[in-house]
């Protein structure tokens, strides 16, 4: 089975910087894409950004110049950057990634539980 695990979040001023960290286990399986979604407050899970395993980004227009996803494939791991933060970025971010289990010769998608990130003055 997979796990992911969080770790980063906290409150920040506006303008201020947070890195989010995404450790994946399950020693099994290969992790494709790697990335983060949030949901703000009475809002949807929206997508904020993703890698694949190649290293090639997307990223949410509300983010683009501000955050900066990246990984560590020989640790299973995604980090995200978020600078410039403003109060609208204050949300729960979760973490996913499609893994690939060659047990099963498929692919599931798994999430993290969610960190906090708190943006306010």
């Known amino acids: 089975q997979v796990q992911l695990v969080e770790s980063g979040g906290g409150l920040v001023q506006p303008g201020g910087s947070l890195r989010l960290s995404c450790g994946a286990s399950?020693?099994?399986?290969?992790?494709?894409?790697m990335g983060w979604y949030r949901r703000a407050p009475g809002k949807e899970r929206d997508f904020v950004a993703v890698i694949t395993s190649s290293s090639r980004t997307n990223y949410a227009d509300s983010v683009k110049g501000r955050f900066t996803i990246s990984r560590d494939n020989a640790k299973n791991t995604v980090y995200l950057q978020m600078n410039d933060l403003k109060p609208e970025d204050t949300a729960v971010y979760y973490c996913?990634?499609?893994?690939?289990?060659?047990?099963?010769?498929?692919?599931?998608?798994?999430w993290g539980q969610g960190t906090q990130v708190t943006v306010s003055s």
């Open positions: 996913r990634t499609t893994a690939w289990d060659p047990l099963i010769s498929s692919e599931y998608t798994y």
């Open positions: 399950g020693s099994r399986f290969s992790f494709n894409t």
